[in-house]
């Protein structure tokens, strides 16, 4: 190996690359003289013509990139390849393509006439076209669908097709040129989109309705009808994915154009459940004019109802606007949960708990596993929902409701440590003496998950259980033993739990 020419070669590329980036053309030429002179074989020329920077990039390229149209034919009649590949497949074309929007189109008709090919495919199998089509770039789309042998329909790793690509960017007019060479407009990528769900998901509102129009004017109503349901593999509809984008207009102009509102896609949700996450109150109104009452309460394959999802968000507007319309404010998902409990789940959702109070949701409901909405307040640690459902006048009987483990929200407290909720569950009539499943206090549980301030708090209140034992003979102070909590055994034995009955430390 050369070493010396090898080094030679890297520097004087390295020159070539920026002069090319330059458009210096004296710069350039002084460093193709020290290439011939260096490199008096054609082939070795070309190799070096072709060398690839730290970016992955050839001279040619870079000339290509900023529109250096006399670099570019310099460097290509001095031996550069029009079709070298660059950084992840890319060959000049794609560059002018991708980065040259607006510009003079002198060097993409230079480098066609070099036979540079108009189908090339980068490593995500973009072609020049897709570039293109994505970037809006209508001059270069109006000479390449001019060329002989351009593929309108090629695809991209995803299936996209350029007129895919154009319909995301949204230019009408480029669009147009795509139709116009027997593009399919129907055409579907790897995830099910058409052009259509493209231009409608991206919120194309003027694109959507130019080729809704096109599909009545040149097919029919009637095939018309069947576009507006389409759907891709999530079962998304048009109207699923404007619903979705929160776009007005687009979901406006769909119902009109006669949308079924009620399709379901994926999981049964309808757009209304869709919508009473995403959207306002404006564009729930909007879907529920052209909706029929019993759909209001339809539910998904989890049994959720859109009301159940507008309350677990906190969408309390929303929810009141439901309940006007009539939805049912104690409706049980398939794990027996009402809207109610839900929206206790989640904090920052007592303005929406309070609403439901006031439109007289049922707070002693309970799920699946027996849990009310106290339970589920307290277990999310949601002290503003506590504090709202402690206001009840049924406060007394919900405040030891038992779940399945036997547990009151007060030993939900406990054992997670939420001092706050505990403090007010006890303020309210908690019992602290009450047992689960296991027979076990609320203070077992605080001793045992070494809640030290809840421990200390409870004793303070009423420590009348400090020595009380679970089914098997354990004492809070066993269960502190047991898990290694020795502030909690400190404490415990300070406020005078016995260690007669049965040795904690066994």
């Known amino acids: ?28 030429k002084q460093e193709l003289e020290e290439l011939y002179v260096d490199y008096p074989e054609e082939d070795a020329r070309k190799q070096a013509l072709c060398h690839r920077d730290h970016w992955g990039l050839t001279p040619l390229h870079y000339a290509v990139k900023y529109n250096h149209l006399e670099v570019v034919r310099m460097l290509v009649e001095k031996g550069a390849d029009a079709n070298v590949r660059g950084k992840k497949g890319a060959r000049p074309i794609h560059y002018f393509t991708c980065f040259n929007r607006g510009s003079d189109a002198s060097i993409l008709q230079y480098l066609i006439s070099c036979e540079a090919d108009i189908n090339a495919l980068d490593d995500n199998n973009f072609s020049p076209l897709h570039f293109a089509c994505s970037k809006g770039n209508f001059k270069v789309v109006q000479i390449l669908t001019q060329c002989d042998g351009i593929k309108i329909e090629a695809e991209d790793r995803l299936r996209n097709t350029p007129l895919h690509c154009a319909c995301s960017y949204g230019d009408i007019v480029v669009v147009d040129t795509i139709l116009d060479c027997a593009a399919n407009l129907l055409a579907e990528n790897e995830a099910g989109f058409t052009p259509l769900h493209v231009a409608c998901s991206q919120g194309h509102e003027e694109l959507l309705n130019h080729l809704l129009t096109i599909v009545e004017n040149r097919f029919g109503f009637a095939k018309l009808a069947s576009v507006l349901e389409m759907k891709n593999k999530e079962g998304q509809g048009l109207l699923h994915l404007a619903v979705l984008a929160s776009h007005y207009n ?6 009109e154009r006669g949308c079924d509102v009620e399709s379901p896609m994926e999981g049964n949700d309808t757009v209304l459940h869709i919508a009473a996450v995403s959207c306002n109150t404006e564009m729930i109104e909007l879907i529920l004019r052209f909706m029929s009452f019993k759909v209001l309460d339809k539910p998904n394959d989890k049994g959720r109802t859109a009301l159940h999802y507008a309350a677990r968000f906190g969408k309390h507007k929303i929810v009141s606007l439901f309940l006007k319309r009539g939805a049912n404010i104690n409706c049980r998902d398939n794990n027996q949960a009402s809207p109610i409990i839900m929206a206790s789940g989640k904090s920052g959702n007592a303005k929406t708990v309070q609403m439901m109070m006031r439109q007289e949701a049922d707070i002693l409901m309970t799920d699946r596993e027996d849990c009310t909405a106290l339970h589920v307040a307290t277990k999310e640690n949601n002290l503003e929902a506590v504090q709202m459902l402690l206001t009840s006048e049924q406060r007394k009987e919900m405040i030891n409701m038992k779940n399945k483990d036997s547990n009151t929200c007060l030993h939900v407290a406990c054992a997670h440590g939420y001092e706050d909720i505990a403090n007010l569950l006890m303020e309210k009539g908690a019992d602290v003496k009450s047992r689960n499943y296991n027979n076990e206090t609320p203070l077992h549980l605080a001793a045992y998950y070494g809640q030290n301030d809840v421990v200390d708090n409870i004793i303070d209140i009423d420590n009348s259980t400090i020595n009380d034992n679970d089914s098997n003979g354990n004492s809070p102070l066993h269960m502190a033993a047991e898990s290694g909590n020795f502030d909690v055994i400190k404490y415990l034995l300070k406020s005078g739990a016995s260690i007669n009955d049965k040795t904690p430390l066994v």
């Open 250 to 255: 687009i979901t406006k102009n769909l119902l």
């Open 1 to 28: 190996m050369n070493v010396t020419k090898e080094v030679l070669r890297s520097s004087i590329t390295s020159m070539m690359h920026q002069a090319s980036r330059d458009g210096d053309l004296e710069k350039l």
